[in-house]
């Protein structure tokens, strides 16, 4: 029997499964015979030349040998040729039995080949159970060698649990004598380790059909196992990160739904009458809600990137009014907490960049929120320089330097780590999460930089980061100051307590080639004017911080003017933009204002405003009369599909606030319904709705418009916050796209971008009652110059309009109802009066057209115009019972 354990691979045969040996043994047998044959002749020859001189007697052996008589010759030839034919036959035959044996050892060579090169086990056991034929694979598979596998009893690798069963089998195969598939057992390794296997076993048969043993292959099912267990953890694992990627989207929708309902709510809320507590408890709850969305941003920003979900943008913006913006944002805070906030853009970094500055906003607000959070007292500056650059790539470092609690050193490489603070003690002073730093480490490293931290207890922290940036190679370099300007050489006094700020500015002020001279004080600075002026030096302007310590800015003010004789221009730096400290300084003579932190396109437009002729245009009023255009639209039928019942109600109330008239519907089904029988001017459209949802309702919309020939724009309003969402909805067909939470502002900005012509419409316009505070000081400022800046003089009138108008609209309800066109026209008038005392435009043009449908005795649309004057006036009151709050204040 053959064993198939291998042979060494010298003695192995060739590539072709040739064995050179056994072919050089095959031609030797027939070389012998041949040679045997020759022999065999030979002695016959000698012998029949014995046997002939023996009978015969006759001559000598060597005579019969050489020169047999011619009988003696005929009876050797013919003897020779029996030898010869027997011979030749005899060669045939082992010819043709080596060339079987060639044949079946070829086979043997090639079974045994395709044998020891199969994945699985294969082996043969005799009927008593022994081992006898076996391959590389079975030995590998079962762990033993060779030499102690041979005539192993099978039954040896089985569990005891086991053996029965698989002894069963094999006597089934025996009995039957049909062979079975995949009988799966467990079988002991030589190391003693279980490997689960399955075989097939089949009969061994003589040639008489008697059965001589057991052939199988075995395979080793447990690595399949496991590499089947291991496909199904990545299936499995690939289908958990994408449900945690949707359940983020629909947390993040259903998180910032009624999140932007409260926001909503709320703004509404403060815009309309209430007592002080009441107003400080819902600024709370405003506060609240702001901060748990900006915790859920976080949570969503941080799965993005970990899920590699996260693009960056590309666009371009210009440094440093983008940093002034920014640091605006969180002015107000540090202003609170007195403390100075202020950037440092170093003069040779390009001013036009391009890159993300989303995430990059993201990442500076995050930087110097936490530097606001965790300094009490002190400066927060902003430094930006360039790392390096090479063409028109460019490196960019940027610190956040503040004077707060610092880190100790064992924590500064930790709190970079989400979820991780420096103090993590659970009564610490200050709250968060953990995980700003973490996202902004991760976005500073897609964007091709590194953050780092410099810190010392108590002293302080420098936070800095790198990021790569393209500069904008068409755009000119914006820190050059325009040449028509003529403002080179201009001599201008800084004061600022603020020694930093103080260098900003004057850094700022020469790189526009102007003159700077700087103090730090009031007393410092009214002495320098005084020192310069005996040098013969006049400043033009001076530029002052507006909280400067005793004797204080307005002392220096009044000083400069008088000693200047009212000939130098000033400019003062706010903290906060209250009317009252505004006021203070318009009664002064100060001719503009800025606030804080400086941008320096708005530096250059206050110092251009400040020295031109009708210098009292402060940047406050021009912001005034951008925000008095900005929150105009005309009325528009606005088709409103939003299956949220506080979404609807808020989005109402925002509608109606803008006299805007909505139409509301809970899904995309009824939108469709409601477009088939009427017109809109626009459609807001929910992404996520039962039934129909936006994007589907959408494309069917745009399908029902190509019969119908119109257009109808569609803005999107979605929470969802996933990478692509923006790119469906205008796939769908949609106009434009508002995130959830929405703001008036965005929502307003986005429907005059679908709707161009709002923008410059002269239809009747509707005020935005949804003012922020600021814009009351603002309105409230210039109403107190209407009315002689006499506080008492303006309270007595707004309680005059505050009791007389709603009964003059009731009368002029009661003239409509009964035609009236004198009284309607008398009291239209006198309501268009006060409405313009107050400078309640759209009122006042409502009130107008009410005057004239009642000159005219149409009264067809004279219901809802009063309506609608009811509503301008009814939202004014709220504006004013919360300015005439702050007299008080
Ligand atoms: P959070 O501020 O929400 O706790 P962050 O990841 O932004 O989370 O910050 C992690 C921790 O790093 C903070 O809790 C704080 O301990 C520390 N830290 C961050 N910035 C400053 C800073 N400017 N001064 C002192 N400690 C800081």
């Known amino acids: 029997m053959v064993d198939y354990y291998p042979a060494p691979r010298s003695r192995g045969p060739d590539n072709q499964g040739r064995d050179p040996k056994r072919e050089k043994r095959s031609g030797k047998p027939i070389k012998n015979l041949f040679l045997l044959g020759v022999g065999v002749g030979f002695i016959y020859w000698a012998m029949a030349s014995l046997f002939c001189q023996l009978t015969t007697q006759d001559g000598t052996y060597l005579d019969h040998f050489f020169h047999p008589g011619i009988d003696e010759i005929l009876s050797r030839v013919l003897a020779l040729c029996f030898f010869v034919f027997w011979g030749a036959l005899a060669i045939g035959t082992m010819c043709r039995r080596q060339r079987a044996c060639k044949a079946l050892s070829d086979s043997e060579e090639k079974y045994r080949i395709i044998i020891e090169n199969i994945e699985d086990g294969y082996y043969e056991i005799d009927r008593d159970g022994r081992f006898m034929i076996f391959n590389n694979s079975f030995r590998r598979i079962t762990g033993y060698d060779a030499l102690a596998l041979q005539r192993l009893d099978y039954r040896l690798l089985l569990t005891p649990a086991e053996t029965k069963t698989v002894i069963q089998a094999f006597d089934t195969v025996r009995q039957t004598g049909r062979p079975i598939k995949d009988l799966g057992f467990v079988i002991v390794r030589k190391d003693g380790t279980p490997c689960l296997v399955k075989t097939s076993v089949s009969l061994i048969t003589d040639r008489r059909g008697k059965m001589t043993g057991y052939r199988g292959l075995l395979k080793d099912v447990s690595r399949r196992r496991q590499?089947?267990?291991?496909?199904?953890?990545?299936?499995?694992?690939?289908?958990?990160?994408?449900?945690?990627?949707?359940?983020?989207a629909n947390m993040s929708h259903e998180i910032r739904t009624p999140l932007n309902a409260i926001i909503g709510m709320a703004e509404l809320l403060l815009d309309s009458s209430m007592t002080r507590d009441q107003r400080e408890d819902l600024k709370v709850v405003q506060s609240a809600a702001y901060a748990l969305l900006s915790v859920i941003n976080d949570v969503l920003d941080f799965s993005k990137i970990e899920a590699g979900k996260l693009e960056l943008e590309r666009s371009a913006f210009n440094l440093r009014d983008f940093l002034g913006e920014a640091l605006k944002i969180l002015a107000i805070k540090a202003h609170e907490k007195k403390i100075e906030l202020a950037y440092r853009v170093a003069p040779d970094v390009p001013d036009r960049l391009i890159g993300d500055p989303h995430r990059f906003r993201q990442i500076l607000l995050n930087l110097i929120g936490n530097a606001v959070k965790f300094t009490d007292s002190g400066e927060i500056v902003v430094f930006a320089r360039i790392k390096s650059r090479q063409a028109n790539q460019l490196l960019l470092h940027v610190a956040v330097r503040d004077t707060g609690v610092g880190i100790p050193a064992g924590?500064?490489?930790?709190?970079?780590?989400?979820?991780?603070?420096?103090?993590?003690?659970?009564?610490?002073?200050?709250?968060?999460?953990?995980?700003?730093?973490?996202?902004?480490?991760?976005?500073?490293?897609?964007?091709?930089?590194?953050?780092?931290?410099?810190?010392?207890?108590?002293?302080?922290?420098?936070?800095?980061?790198?990021?790569?940036?393209?500069?904008?190679?068409?755009?000119?370099?914006?820190?050059?100051?325009?040449?028509?300007?003529?403002?080179?050489?201009?001599?201008?006094?800084?004061?600022?307590?603020?020694?930093?700020?103080?260098?900003?500015?004057?850094?700022?002020?020469?790189?526009?080639?102007?003159?700077?001279?700087?103090?730090?004080?009031?007393?410092?600075?009214?002495?320098?004017?005084?020192?310069?002026?005996?040098?013969?030096?006049?400043?033009?302007?001076?530029?002052?911080?507006?909280?400067?310590?005793?004797p204080g800015t307005l002392t220096l003010v009044q000083q400069l003017l008088q000693e200047t004789g009212a000939a130098m221009r000033i400019i003062t730096m706010l903290t906060t933009t209250t009317t009252k400290e505004m006021d203070r300084f318009y009664l002064a003579g100060v001719s503009a204002m800025l606030t804080k932190p400086v941008r320096p396109s708005d530096l250059l437009d206050a110092i251009v405003q400040a020295l031109s002729e009708k210098h009292i245009l402060t940047d406050q009023r021009r912001n005034h009369k951008k925000a008095g255009q900005d929150v105009t639209i005309p009325q528009l039928d606005i088709l409103v599909a939003e299956d949220t019942p506080f979404n609807q109600k808020y989005i109402r109330r925002l509608l109606d606030s803008w006299h805007c008239r909505a139409t509301i519907v809970g899904n995309g089904r009824?939108?469709?319904?409601?477009?088939?029988?009427?017109?809109?001017?626009?459609?807001?459209?929910?992404?996520?709705?039962?039934?129909?949802?936006?994007?589907?309702?959408?494309?069917?919309?745009?399908?029902?418009?190509?019969?119908?020939?119109?257009?109808?724009?569609?803005?999107?309003?979605?929470?969802?916050?996933?990478?692509?969402?923006?790119?469906?909805?205008?796939?769908?067909?949609?106009?434009?796209?508002?995130?959830?939470?929405?703001?008036?502002?965005?929502?307003?900005?986005?429907?005059?971008?679908?709707?161009?012509?709002?923008?410059?419409?002269?239809?009747?316009?509707?005020?935005?009652?949804?003012?922020?505070?600021?814009?009351?000081?603002?309105?409230?400022?210039?109403?107190?110059?209407?009315?002689?800046?006499?506080?008492?003089?303006?309270?007595?009138?707004?309680?005059?309009?505050?009791?007389?108008?709603?009964?003059?609209?009731?009368?002029?309800?009661?003239?409509?109802?009964?035609?009236?066109?004198?009284?309607?026209?008398?009291?239209?008038?006198?309501?268009?009066?006060?409405?313009?005392?107050?400078?309640?435009?759209?009122?006042?043009?409502?009130?107008?057209?009410?005057?004239?449908?009642?000159?005219?005795?149409?009264?067809?649309?004279?219901?809802?115009?009063?309506?609608?004057?009811?509503?301008?006036?009814?939202?004014?009151?709220?504006?004013?019972?919360?300015?005439m709050g702050r007299i008080n204040d």
């Open 411 to 550: 924590k500064q490489a930790l709190i970079f780590e989400a979820f991780r603070q420096a103090d993590g003690s659970t009564n610490r002073k200050y709250g968060g999460t953990g995980l700003g730093l973490a996202v902004s480490a991760q976005l500073v490293n897609l964007m091709g930089g590194r953050i780092g931290v410099r810190s010392e207890l108590g002293k302080g922290s420098v936070f800095h980061f790198t990021v790569a940036f393209d500069v904008d190679p068409d755009a000119t370099d914006g820190t050059v100051l325009p040449r028509e300007l003529h403002l080179e050489g201009l001599n201008i006094l800084v004061v600022d307590d603020n020694e930093t700020n103080a260098n900003i500015l004057c850094e700022m002020l020469s790189s526009w080639k102007m003159v700077p001279k700087s103090a730090l004080s009031a007393t410092a600075g009214a002495a320098l004017m005084r020192k310069m002026r005996k040098r013969g030096v006049d400043f033009k302007l001076a530029l002052i911080d507006s909280q400067l310590p005793d």
């Open 227 to 248: 590499a089947d267990a291991l496909k199904q953890e990545k299936v499995a694992a690939e289908a958990a990160s994408r449900s945690k990627s949707e359940f983020l």
């Open 670 to 883: 009824q939108a469709l319904d409601i477009l088939s029988r009427q017109t809109f001017d626009l459609v807001l459209m929910d992404v996520q709705m039962p039934d129909i949802d936006g994007l589907t309702a959408t494309m069917r919309i745009r399908e029902m418009e190509k019969q119908t020939g119109r257009h109808v724009p569609i803005i999107a309003m979605t929470a969802h916050a996933m990478r692509g969402d923006r790119e469906r909805c205008l796939e769908s067909g949609m106009n434009d796209y508002v995130p959830k939470p929405i703001s008036a502002a965005t929502l307003l900005e986005t429907i005059r971008r679908v709707l161009p012509s709002t923008a410059s419409s002269s239809a009747v316009e509707a005020t935005k009652h949804t003012s922020t505070p600021a814009d009351d000081d603002r309105t409230l400022a210039e109403l107190l110059g209407a009315f002689n800046n006499d506080p008492s003089f303006f309270k007595d009138i707004a309680e005059m309009f505050i009791s007389d108008y709603p009964p003059m609209l009731e009368t002029i309800q009661q003239a409509i109802d009964a035609k009236d066109g004198e009284l309607l026209g008398r009291t239209a008038h006198a309501i268009k009066g006060m409405a313009r005392n107050f400078q309640i435009d759209s009122a006042a043009d409502m009130a107008l057209r009410l005057e004239q449908i009642a000159g005219k005795g149409e009264f067809g649309q004279a219901t809802d115009l009063a309506r609608q004057l009811a509503d301008a006036l009814t939202a004014f009151e709220g504006r004013l019972k919360r300015m």
